[in-house]
Nanobody
Framework: QVQLVESGGGEVQAGGSLRLSCAAS????????MGWFRQAPGKEREFVAG????????YYVDSVKGRFTISRDNAKNTVYLQMNTLKPEDTAVYYC?????????????????WGQGTQVTVSS
């Protein structure tokens, strides 16, 4: 069982930056591809970014390309999401997730473990 704990959320003005972190309890963290999802009030949870187990492959939803960067440090069992040029529409609860898949799923069904989420609020 992998436990994931997100941190780094908060409130920021539009145009600002935040860096989210997700720490995993599992020593075999490097075996998992990782993803970041977000869920705004009244909306379904949506894929934001994903990274392969090695960090060599990344994938982003179009709305965050060029603004968000996903990375991982397998020595620290941690995945990051650097968010720049934030917009009010980025406001949501952000979740990290881990998958056994060798690919980067974009569906929530592709992930085996989830964190509890961290709130990101971007004010205009």
């Amino acid at each position: 069982q992998v436990q994931l704990v997100e941190s780094g959320g908060g409130e920021v003005q539009a145009g600002g930056s935040l860096r989210l972190s997700c720490a995993a309890s599992e020593r075999a963290f490097s075996r998992y591809a990782m993803g970041w999802f977000r869920q705004a009030p009244g909306k379904e949870r949506e894929f934001v970014a994903g990274i392969s187990w090695s960090g060599g492959d990344t994938y982003y939803v179009d709305s965050v390309k060029g603004r968000f960067t996903i990375s991982r440090d397998n020595a620290k069992n941690t995945v990051y999401l650097q968010m720049n040029t934030l917009k009010p529409e980025d406001t949501a609860v952000y979740y990290c997730a881990a998958t056994y898949s060798s690919l980067i799923p974009v569906s929530t069904y592709g992930y085996n473990y989830w964190g509890q989420g961290t709130q990101v609020t971007v004010s205009s």
